[in-house]
């Protein structure tokens, strides 16, 4: 079974610059996740998709990240300007859609990351 | 919303056990899970408790204490190669979907 897919695995940028990441989940799972995760911290998640519906984007900063999965399967995440503060690795995981109330179906599976430097 | 606390950094002998601890406050709890992470590498799953009690897989293990907001993950018979970040995640039911949050993750030496 092929793992979550991310690209690139690294980016350098300068400040007020665009970036793009992509993810593409393990096939058949509905849920996918984007979390960003600061040097000697936990993942933070930033936005939380089932299917092509947001779940969760109350920790996404609006102004300057956006995030879509159009059809479902792959998502982008995009910041447009970066600061200094977003570097950070970048790490997207996918999950089967659990029942309510229920033991997991499967746990998260995440990606390699990409790690971002905005310098 | 959710708070999560475990140490920092923890350090160990090899062939010792060591228990990482992880302390939570939510509203919705439904759920606990354990991550390994390699210093960079992406995280990956060690264990998972909804109920009360202890969880046993190999030499981890996973102890979850709903009532006190608490839960441990235990590793037995250390190796250098369990030297890893150990990451405690807990999800709230909220709105129809899961929603995880993760500790800062506690770095575990393990020494010869």
């Known amino acids: 079974e092929a793992g979550v897919a991310q690209s690139p695995r690294y980016k350098i940028i300068e400040k007020r610059q665009s970036v793009a990441f992509w993810c593409n989940p393990i096939?058949?799972?509905?849920?996918l996740y984007w979390y960003q995760q600061i040097l000697g911290q936990g993942p933070k998640l930033l936005i939380q998709?089932?299917?092509?519906?947001?779940?969760?984007d109350s920790q996404l900063p609006k102004d300057r990240f956006s995030a879509e999965r159009l059809k479902g399967v792959d998502s982008t995440l995009k910041i447009q300007p970066a600061k200094l503060e977003d570097s950070a690795v970048y790490l997207c995981?996918?999950?089967?859609?659990?029942?309510?109330?229920?033991?997991?179906?499967?746990?998260?599976?995440f990606g390699p990351g990409t790690r971002l430097t905005v310098l | 919303g959710q708070n999560i606390d475990q140490p920092t950094e923890m350090t160990a002998t090899e062939g010792a056990i060591v228990q990482i601890n992880c302390t939570y406050q939510?509203?919705?709890?439904?759920?606990l899970f354990w991550y390994q992470q390699h210093a960079g590498e992406a995280p990956t799953f060690l264990s998972y408790?909804?109920?009360?009690g202890l969880e046993e897989k190999g030499r981890f293990s996973s102890f979850l204490s709903r009532s006190k907001g608490y839960s441990y993950l235990l590793l037995k018979e250390l190796q250098m190669k369990d030297s890893a970040s150990y990451l405690c995640?807990?999800?709230?039911?909220?709105?129809?979907?899961?929603?995880?949050?993760f500790g800062r993750g506690t770095s575990l030496i393990v020494h010869p």
């Open positions: 408790n909804v109920l009360d």
């Open positions: 998709f089932q299917n092509n519906g947001v779940v969760d």
């Open positions: 096939s058949g799972h509905a849920t």
């Open positions: 995981a996918s999950s089967l859609r659990e029942p309510a109330g229920g033991r997991p179906l499967g746990t998260q599976y």
């Open positions: 939510t509203s919705g709890f439904n759920g």
């Open positions: 995640a807990v999800r709230e039911w909220e709105g129809g979907s899961y929603i995880p949050t």
